[in-house]
């Protein structure tokens, strides 16, 4: 007997808000000088006065990650070397949302090479609100599964298998140096986390 015929597959979904608690700030230094080696030397000393800002306006040494280092020619007409470019990028870690703009502001402060490059609002532990989603979604598959079962006349069983996917990963927005003028505040706003189910039943006897 084919036991697929004797099962009834539904899809739930479940959804919760929650205030992200954590930014992750891309910025960077960039500069562009007549020889690879000076661009290189230029940017890294650049690197380092960014990396110290960032120390200084609170950010742990460990929340700083090297997320980019390039260094490379430009042309005027190819072949012929106008200036080479150099740049080096990191990605800070804001555990304290209150500092998000001091933060920005401290990237801005660097000088002319700095770069900003947008920035991503997370949960730091998003188990919780996890956890309800998947309830919401468990409940929701449950009903479906309940409700087809009574319309096929037959009583519902078994849990057979359960299959999870989970949605809502971080939410980047653009920021520029234009913008921080503009826009004096950054708001993290809402996240919203999504648990997909597919739940799989046997019908009773």
Request: glycine share 10%; aromatic share 4%; hydrophobic share 45%.
């Amino acid at each position: 007997m084919n036991t697929e015929h004797e099962q009834i597959a539904v899809d739930g979904e479940g959804s919760v808000s929650a205030a992200p608690d954590v930014m992750r700030l891309s910025a960077g230094v960039e500069v562009r000088r007549a020889s690879a080696g000076e661009a290189f030397a230029a940017v890294r000393v650049a690197a380092a006065r960014l990396a110290e800002a960032l120390r200084e306006a609170g950010i742990a040494a460990d929340d700083l990650r090297t997320s980019e280092l390039s260094l490379g020619p430009e042309y005027d007409a190819y072949p012929k070397v106008s200036a080479y470019r150099a740049a080096q990028g990191v990605e800070a870690v804001v555990r304290d949302l209150s500092r998000a703009d001091t933060v920005i502001d401290t990237v801005a402060g660097v000088g002319e090479a700095a770069r900003l490059g947008g920035v991503a609002f997370e949960l730091s532990d998003p188990a919780e609100a996890l956890g309800r989603a998947r309830v919401r979604a468990f409940r929701d598959a449950a009903a479906k599964a309940a409700q087809y079962a009574e319309l096929a006349g037959r009583p519902l069983g078994r849990v057979v298998s359960v299959t999870e996917e989970t949605r809502g990963g971080p939410q980047p927005m653009a920021y520029s140096t234009l913008a921080a003028e503009a826009q004096p505040s950054v708001s993290p706003g809402r996240r919203t986390l999504t648990v997909g189910v597919r739940v799989v039943y046997a019908f009773g006897e």
